[in-house]
């Protein structure tokens, strides 16, 4: 049997995409998520729909103080962790009450990068394993639109890149995901442009043959590498007039 993979976040649309993308290929499947019995017909699902070993895990990401104990509780160290979470409530809102703005960055930033750091250590210790970090395009560049959750990715993204360098020499794997627009429950109502907007399902193959690649940073919709490289180049006095 293949090595299980652990989705943290498994309630999203992406986080369900992937555990059923690699269940597909036998994969025993750990779900996690804070409500943990979202998760119990996801469980059914899998094992009915491949044969594949599920368990479900509770995870609050949030409470970082839990997460050495949520990895020991584990039924076996997975192979393969993919941090799935994310939070992206109104800009506007988070502009008038701090409290929310405070649980987009940790949620985005500071949880995520805590519950991959214990898992880096067990990883590096054992000589092997892949760590998976969904962040954003939104991160590469500040924009008044949304600069509380993409200073966040930001701070992600840049975590990433360091233990990838850290871990580089240890036989564990680093990815860095970009997906850009995903049609999802966090996006819905937003007018999002189909030729930049990828499905759950597209993602979920990406980190996949990502996986398998070795990959180290990928853009899901390779066009948003080259869109990203013209919005750092414009100059600053420029940007700020510019609606984005």
Same mark, same amino acid.
């Given at each position: 049997?293949?090595?299980?993979?652990?989705?943290?976040?498994?309630?999203?649309?992406?986080?369900?995409?992937?555990?059923?993308?690699?269940?597909?290929?036998?994969?025993?499947?750990?779900?996690?998520?804070?409500?943990?019995? /979202?998760?119990?017909?996801?469980?059914?699902? @899998?094992?009915?729909?491949?044969?594949?070993?599920?368990?479900?895990?509770? =995870?609050?990401? &949030?409470?970082? #103080?839990?997460?050495?104990?949520?990895?020991?509780?584990?039924?076996?160290?997975?192979?393969?962790?993919?941090?799935?979470?994310?939070?992206?409530?109104?800009?506007?809102?988070?502009?008038?009450?701090?409290?929310?703005?405070?649980?987009?960055?940790?949620?985005?930033? #500071?949880?995520?990068?805590?519950?991959?750091?214990? =898992?880096?250590?067990?990883? #590096?210790?054992?000589?092997?394993?892949?760590?998976?970090?969904?962040?954003?395009?939104?991160?590469?560049?500040?924009?008044?639109?949304?600069?509380?959750?993409?200073?966040?990715?930001?701070?992600?993204?840049? =975590?990433?890149?360091? &233990?990838?360098?850290?871990?580089?020499?240890?036989?564990?794997?680093?990815?860095?995901? @970009?997906?850009?627009?995903?049609?999802? /429950?966090?996006?819905?109502?937003?007018?999002?442009?189909? @030729? &930049?907007?990828?499905?759950?399902?597209?993602?979920?193959?990406?980190?996949?043959?990502?996986?398998?690649?070795?990959?180290?940073?990928?853009?899901?919709?390779?066009?948003?590498?080259?869109?990203?490289?013209?919005?750092?180049?414009?100059?600053?006095?420029?940007?700020?007039?510019?609606? @984005?």
């Amino acid at each position: 049997m293949k090595a299980p993979v652990l989705i943290l976040g498994a309630t999203s649309d992406i986080g369900r995409a992937i555990a059923h993308c690699f269940a597909a290929q036998g994969h025993p499947i750990q779900l996690a998520a804070r409500q943990v019995n /979202r998760l119990e017909s996801d469980k059914a699902d @899998l094992e009915i729909r491949y044969g594949v070993p599920v368990s479900v895990h509770e =995870f609050d990401v &949030l409470a970082v #103080e839990t997460h050495a104990d949520f990895v020991q509780q584990l039924p076996e160290l997975p192979a393969i962790v993919v941090c799935v979470v994310g939070f992206m409530p109104a800009q506007k809102a988070c502009e008038q009450d701090f409290s929310l703005a405070l649980e987009v960055m940790r949620t985005n930033y #500071e949880g995520a990068a805590l519950i991959l750091s214990v =898992f880096a250590n067990l990883f #590096e210790k054992r000589g092997w394993g892949t760590l998976v970090g969904i962040s954003s395009v939104a991160g590469e560049r500040g924009r008044a639109s949304n600069y509380f959750y993409g200073s966040a990715k930001a701070g992600f993204t840049a =975590f990433l890149s360091g &233990l990838r360098q850290r871990l580089a020499k240890s036989g564990v794997q680093v990815l860095t995901v @970009l997906p850009g627009y995903v049609n999802t /429950r966090m996006t819905e109502g937003m007018n999002l442009p189909p @030729l &930049l907007t990828a499905q759950p399902k597209e993602v979920a193959k990406a980190i996949f043959a990502a996986v398998a690649q070795k990959k180290d940073v990928i853009y899901v919709r390779p066009s948003w590498r080259w869109i990203m490289v013209i919005i750092r180049c414009i100059p600053e006095p420029l940007f700020k007039r510019l609606a @984005l």
